[in-house]
């Protein structure tokens, strides 16, 4: 069975630390050959498409909207994704979902979703 | 970045109804259009790819369509576990979604 878990999210605070590193650990698959996705979804509004990374970790898209301040990467080994974010805005809070790429036509598999807050 | 947008922003329908929601992309995407139904605090569930391809499970009560700029989604007989958020997302470059369509019980 495919799953995705997320973790790493939290309240983040002006005046502290802007960054958050979120996971997103993977089984029921073979995660080296997929192509992974983060989607974020901003309280009570629609999805966002944020980044993407391919099967081995050489090639990165991001969202204009979190360009120079995100970073996805992935360990093939621990079978875990990433998402470094750094500069946190307010307009950052959403929940953020991990998804599986399916042959760069969809996305078949999703987490549960992580809880970012960026907020005084 | 391509623009996507869908009608109705709300759809109000009865058990039984036949349903269609549009999705218009800013340039040509050719096929590469997915649909996905999410309900609250849930995960968005993958519907159709490809504009028309029905993912393995979905019920063939879900059809799409379309090429090009504009896509539809259809639901030949609204069944209650169907009131839900539908987004159309673009997977032609960069990804992006539409703002999405809830569809309520009238």
């Known amino acids: 069975e495919v799953q995705l878990v997320e973790s790493g999210g939290g309240l983040v605070q002006p005046g502290g630390s802007l960054s958050l590193r979120l996971s997103c650990a993977a089984s029921?698959?073979?995660?080296?050959?997929?192509?992974m996705h983060w989607v974020r979804q901003a309280p009570g509004k629609g999805l966002l498409w944020v980044s993407r990374?391919?099967?081995?970790?050489?090639?990165?898209d991001y969202a204009d909207s979190v360009k120079g301040r995100f970073t996805i990467s992935r360990d093939n080994a621990k079978n875990t994704l990433y998402l470094q974010m750094n500069s946190l805005r307010a307009e950052d809070t959403a929940v953020y979902f991990c998804?599986?790429?399916?042959?760069?036509?969809?996305?078949?598999?999703w987490g549960q979703g992580t809880l970012v807050t960026v907020s005084s | 970045d391509i623009q996507m947008t869908q009608s109705p922003s709300t759809l109000s329908a009865s058990v039984g109804d036949r349903v269609t929601i549009t999705c218009r992309a800013s340039q040509s995407i050719s096929r590469w259009l997915a649909w996905y139904q999410q309900k609250p605090g849930k995960a968005p569930k993958l519907l159709i790819y490809?504009?028309?391809t029905l993912e393995s499970g979905v019920p063939s009560r879900f059809s799409g369509s379309g090429s090009g700029t504009e896509f539809t989604l259809t639901i030949s007989s609204l069944q209650p576990d169907d009131f839900a958020t539908y987004y159309c997302?673009?997977?032609?470059?960069?990804?992006?979604f539409g703002q999405g369509t809830n569809v309520e019980i009238k």
């Open positions: 490809k504009a028309s």
């Open positions: 029921g698959f073979t995660f080296s050959s997929y192509w």
């Open positions: 998804a599986r790429d399916y042959r760069e036509m969809a996305l078949d598999y």
């Open positions: 997302q673009q997977c032609y470059s960069p990804w992006t």
């Open positions: 990374i391919n099967s081995d970790g050489s090639r990165t």
